[in-house]
């Protein structure tokens, strides 16, 4: 297995408040994701990084932000946590190279309340 | 943009039955094409890719798939199941260039019965 944590594995949170969701990787790889999880929808991407502080924008990027200030640690924040953000949170990591596998973390489940 | 849609939100199969589970995707781009599973309360695990070559691909636990492209299909296929098969499937596509971010499909929930 890729070695991909993420922490907390589950999170139960108040409307409003800020959360941060760490992924962490062993693997150095120059790629991190961040991916929501709902019914009916797949997985979209949220916000993606390319190197230590070079990140860029997904499809559902809107009340989120994210930081990586070492390469092996990625960082999804949400500002203010809304119910809609209710979901599970996956991590994954990639190598630089053309159809390189995406490796996924065991995700973070997640609940606004 | 690309867009990938699975067919079937559930396929119920019994034990030992081939299954296919149905992708098909659109895109302006060359692509790259993904299957994906995901076993119960876990994160995902690659089955196989099409990256160029062959349209037949072979992954993991007997799985392969066929990339079709004048039908913009890439549909998964397993001669004989096994119970242990159920879980959820997904099918991606990634651009050729840049950095390669997956759009998934809705995803398909195998159940095998005995």
């Known amino acids: 297995d890729a070695g991909i944590t993420q922490s907390p594995r589950h999170k139960v949170t108040e409307t409003g408040t800020p959360v941060t969701l760490r992924c962490h990787q062993t693997?150095?790889?120059?790629?991190m994701y961040w991916y929501r999880q709902d019914p009916g929808h797949g997985l979209r991407l949220i916000h993606y990084?390319?190197?230590?502080?070079?990140?860029d924008k997904g499809e559902v990027s809107d009340g989120y932000s994210v930081s990586r200030s070492k390469t092996e640690d990625f960082l999804l924040t949400l500002e203010s946590a809304t119910s809609s953000q209710t979901s599970v949170y996956f991590c994954?990591?990639?190598?630089?190279?053309?159809?390189?596998?995406?490796?996924f973390g065991p995700g973070t489940r997640l609940l606004v309340l | 943009a690309q867009s990938v849609t699975q067919l079937d939100s559930q396929v119920p199969v019994f034990e030992e039955a081939p299954v296919e589970l149905r992708c098909n995707y659109s895109?302006?781009?060359?692509?790259?094409l993904f299957w994906y599973v995901q076993y119960p309360n876990q994160g995902l695990q690659l089955l196989l890719k099409?990256?160029?070559?062959?349209?037949l691909v072979k992954g993991i636990n007997g799985f392969e798939a066929e990339f079709n492209k004048s039908q913009t299909s890439f549909h998964l296929r397993k001669p004989s199941v096994h119970i242990s098969d159920t879980a959820e499937y997904f099918c991606?596509?990634?651009?050729?260039?840049?950095?390669?971010?997956?759009?998934f499909g809705q995803g398909t929930r195998l159940t095998i019965n005995p």
């Open positions: 994954a990591i990639s190598e630089t190279g053309q159809g390189a596998t995406q490796y």
């Open positions: 693997e150095n790889h120059r790629y």
């Open positions: 990084s390319y190197g230590v502080k070079d990140t």
């Open positions: 895109s302006s781009v060359s692509v790259y």
């Open positions: 099409y990256l160029s070559g062959s349209t």
């Open positions: 991606a596509v990634s651009e050729r260039a840049g950095a390669q971010k997956l759009v």
